[in-house]
């Protein structure tokens, strides 16, 4: 049986026949070291024909059609025209050997041609590969490698599907980078206090923020030095006057060592730095909430930015979240508790990263695992809508919260809270840009089918009055008369003739049992 072999290069498909070689002669460690010499392969391998592709986008269609194992048009058109023809009701002397077995057997079902994926046929391919550009005539030197890299390029970028506005990455390692930041800014701040509490111990009773602390710690520099001349000064960095002043009179009375200038230079260096780290800690903030605005927006405007960065950068990706189911996201970030909860029979956890939400905090404390539920639930929606709608609004992520807001009153004051289907329509409705003027239909439509319900009565009650008047007349009257008039019985009177009829029925069968006593005896 001859084989063919497809390969699929950078610029086009290629048909090479594989002669000369039985079944028993298929030894992939001879043929492994005979690829190498083009005289020995050549002799086997015999070029068939050739298509190259019509355009770079085309290549990258192509590309991707062969790694999802698809077969396109343009390579049935050129398998159909290449590959002799095999008469119906007889089999194919012939098998084509493919790289990707997916690709092979969708060919086997469309067009009925055998395929086969195995080790000699991709140490063909591997050979084919190696010597391609000798078999292309036409083909000039670098040409390959040109098109090689340009698909290269197009099919990962395809792959990776890069979108500069949507790159939930970028959030991923902006909340790593605040997580860090806010333990080394409290670090550092701790070891300034401590540094320039050798120096100026009442210090520290006075400001408590470690930003302000490390600001002061740069003005003042030595304590000896304060004096009323830089109260004013003081004053803008502390933001009281009062403040100022106490800090000028426990300088006068300190009881802190005195510190060389090179040690206070050291001190002030190293309280720049702390201003310095809190300042880009700000900036970050301000970047990650601009990110999550344009990423997520709806799940920020229910459960805030840092804890919907949170939530992504655990899941790994917005995608990730979002096909999340809600029990999964209510216990996200709390797996070890989980695990040693299952592992001890205890009680598995009730929340992890979503307890950081102002909503749990809120929630009695009997009503905080049912909170933390509907939370996820809600959570997962917004996830859902950001990752998968094109426009981005935060008119659901809002309708959301007002939900969750209703649900805690429902809890505190027994509130009814509003459906969540009402809630949506309401949400698409403005996500669409309808009028908020315009008459809103209600769920089940009683509001508007209150005069279609209410003249439908009426039209029911003229006809079982016209019925019981057609009836009377039918009685009083000739028979051909009520005949003429074909109308409908009421459910009155079929109900009335049903007992006459049941006990007519009674009498009868009394009467046959009387018959057949009398017989017997």
């Known amino acids: 049986m001859a084989l063919y072999v497809l390969y699929e290069s950078a610029s086009g498909y290629g048909l090479f026949l594989a002669h000369g070689i039985d079944e028993i002669g298929q030894n992939t460690e001879a043929v492994r070291t005979s690829v190498t010499d083009l005289n020995r392969f050549g002799k086997v391998v015999k070029f068939v024909a050739f298509t190259p592709y019509g355009s770079a986008l085309d290549a990258l269609n192509q590309c991707n059609a062969v790694s999802e194992g698809q077969m396109t048009d343009e390579l049935r058109n050129f398998l159909e025209n290449s590959l002799p023809k095999v008469k119906e009701g007889k ?22 041609i055998p395929c086969q994926s195995n080790e000699f046929v991709l140490e063909i391919l591997r050979g084919v590969r190696l010597h391609f550009d000798r078999f292309i005539e036409n083909l000039k030197p670098g040409d390959l490698e040109k098109a090689q890299l340009g698909l290269g390029h197009s099919y990962s970028r395809a792959k990776v599907k890069f979108n500069v506005n949507r790159v939930d990455n970028m959030v991923i390692q902006a909340i790593f980078i605040l997580d860090t930041l806010d333990k080394d800014i409290n670090s550092f701040s701790m070891r300034v206090r401590e540094w320039y509490s050798w120096h100026f111990p009442e210090l520290v009773k006075i400001v408590n923020d470690n930003y302000l602390y490390a600001k002061v710690a740069k003005y003042v520099d030595d304590k000896s030095q304060l004096s009323e001349d830089m109260l004013s000064g003081l004053t803008d960095i502390v933001g009281d006057e009062d403040k100022a002043k106490e800090i000028i009179e426990a300088a006068k009375a300190s009881m802190g060592q005195d510190l060389s200038p090179i040690d206070l230079m050291n001190v002030k260096q190293f309280a720049q730095r702390v201003m310095d780290l809190a300042e880009y800690r700000k900036k970050l903030y301000d970047y990650l909430v601009a990110k999550m605005n344009d990423i997520a927006p709806n799940l920020a405007a229910l459960i805030g930015e840092v804890v919907g960065a949170r939530l992504i950068s655990h899941a790994g990706s917005l995608t990730n979240l979002a096909k999340c189911p809600s029990s999964t996201l209510q216990i996200l970030g709390a797996e070890k508790a989980l695990f040693r909860a299952l592992k001890t029979r205890g009680n598995t956890p009730k929340y992890g990263l979503i307890f950081h939400s102002s909503f749990i905090g809120r929630a009695s404390a009997r009503n905080k695992g049912r909170m933390a539920r509907y939370l996820a639930n809600k959570c997962s929606i917004a996830s859902r809508i950001d990752c998968f709608m094109d426009k981005s609004t935060t008119v659901f992520g809002d309708k959301l919260r007002e939900q969750v807001e209703e649900r805690l009153d429902f809890y505190d004051k027994g509130v009814a809270p509003r459906k969540n289907i009402d809630m949506m329509k309401s949400a698409i409705e403005t996500a669409d840009g309808k009028d908020n003027g315009e008459p809103k239909a209600t769920v089940n439509g009683d509001a ?3 005069p279609k319900t209410e003249n439908k009565k009426k039209k029911k ?5 016209d019925e019981e008047k057609v009836e009377v007349n039918g009685l009083s009257g000739e028979d051909g008369t009520a005949k003429k008039k074909k109308t409908k019985k009421s459910k009155d009177v079929v109900m009335a003739d049903v007992p006459s009829a049941l006990s007519e029925g009674k009498s009868k069968s009394k009467k046959k049992k009387k018959s057949r006593t009398e017989d017997s005896d």
């Not at 089999?91 to 079902?109: D, V």
């Not at 009650?461 to 009055?465: G, Q, Y």
Request: net charge positive; hydrophobic share 30%; aromatic share 6%.
């Open 448 to 450: 508007n089918e209150e």
């Open 461 to 465: 009650e003229k006809r079982k009055l």
């Open 91 to 112: 089999k194919s002397k012939f098998s084509l050997g493919l790289a990707e077995p997916k690709l092979g057997s969708h060919i086997f079902e469309v067009t009925k």
